[in-house]
């Protein structure tokens, strides 16, 4: 389960990919599409997220920052 870390209320734009970037803010990216190029990153909003590891971090439907627990899944390893 998710839960809301910041509420920001960020209106998307289509064809822009949003994300979390390496000091916590939300950013955007225009994305590639064919032969068009993406674009660079710019800062929509700060908001200075301490990350914690084992978790994903992500912009939810809503437009706010949220996380969740990472799933670890796959086998096993088999020990010999």
């Known amino acids: 389960m998710a839960e809301k ?3 920001l209320g ?3 734009q289509k064809g822009y990919l949003y994300f979390i970037d390496k000091q916590g803010d939300v950013s955007c ?3 590639a599409r064919g032969k068009e190029k993406g674009g660079k ?3 929509v909003e700060k908001c200075g997220i301490k990350r914690k ?3 994903l971090y992500f912009l ?3 437009g706010d920052v ?3 627990k990472m ?3 796959g086998k096993k390893k088999k020990r010999k």
Do not use: H
């Open 60 to 62: 939810d439907k809503q």
């Open 53 to 55: 590891e084992g978790y």
């Open 5 to 7: 870390l910041v509420k």
């Open 41 to 43: 990153p710019k800062k």
């Open 10 to 12: 960020i209106k998307r």
């Open 29 to 31: 990216a225009k994305m």
């Open 66 to 68: 949220s996380c969740a």
């Open 71 to 73: 799933q670890r899944g």
